[in-house]
């Protein structure tokens, strides 16, 4: 294989990998080598006293089961009701994801990847479903620029893993994390409707 149709390759693996990236923070599904359950406990997070309550446990699940249904549904609900708290943190959210694709990169540029991952990870929510995806894709991507990434469980791990690595291994991940997340960063624009919490 020429180099020319390697480097297309890649780049077409990054892009797939972004788009259904950001095609998981509206469905909320996961899919081959990206799993949605940062995004189950993100939510969990944000809604702990409430799912003391079963039924609206229930609801949260059905939500994940069927987010287009709530979705539909929300329009109709009152301010009040617990599905319309979670379809307004879902619009919420896109927004955050839409907006953090873009903001990240030049985080990485300005302070490098180690502290932009530090800031990240003490953010959490969807800084931390970010971070999950870019693990997701180092796990999945054939380069294997961190060759014990499938030994990293979370985002937090990658995070302290990233500080350790050696000046060439650092500055090489930091080139694999900006491509990747420059087809992030077109594809959320792309896929999320409205503007984004700038």
């Known amino acids: 294989m020429d180099k020319p149709t390697q480097l297309k390759g890649i780049e077409q693996g990054r892009a797939e990998f972004a788009y259904k990236c950001a095609e998981q923070i509206i469905t909320l599904k996961t899919f081959t080598g990206c799993s949605n359950q940062i995004i189950k406990i993100v939510y969990e997070k944000r809604f702990q006293d409430k799912l003391k309550n079963s039924n609206n ?16 549904q929300s329009s ?33 540029k300005t302070n490098g990847l180690g502290a932009t991952f530090a800031f990240m990870m003490s953010k959490g929510g969807t800084y931390e479903i970010i971070g999950e995806q870019v693990l997701a894709w180092l796990k999945f991507d054939n380069k ?29 991940l930091t080139l694999e994390v900006l491509s990747f997340l420059n087809w992030l960063r077109r594809f959320a624009d792309g896929l999320i409707e409205g503007e984004d919490n700038a």
């Open 57 to 72: 446990r229930e609801i949260l699940n059905d939500f994940f089961n069927e987010p287009e249904a709530l979705v539909k």
């Open 144 to 172: 294997k620029l961190l060759p014990d990434a499938n030994g990293i469980e979370n985002f937090s791990e990658l995070t302290q893993k990233v500080v350790e690595l050696n000046s060439l291994e650092y500055r090489a």
């Open 76 to 108: 109709q609900e009152q301010d009040e009701s617990f599905q319309k708290k979670i379809y307004n943190y879902y619009t919420k959210q896109m927004k955050e994801y839409k907006s953090y694709a873009k903001k990240i990169p030049m985080l990485i």
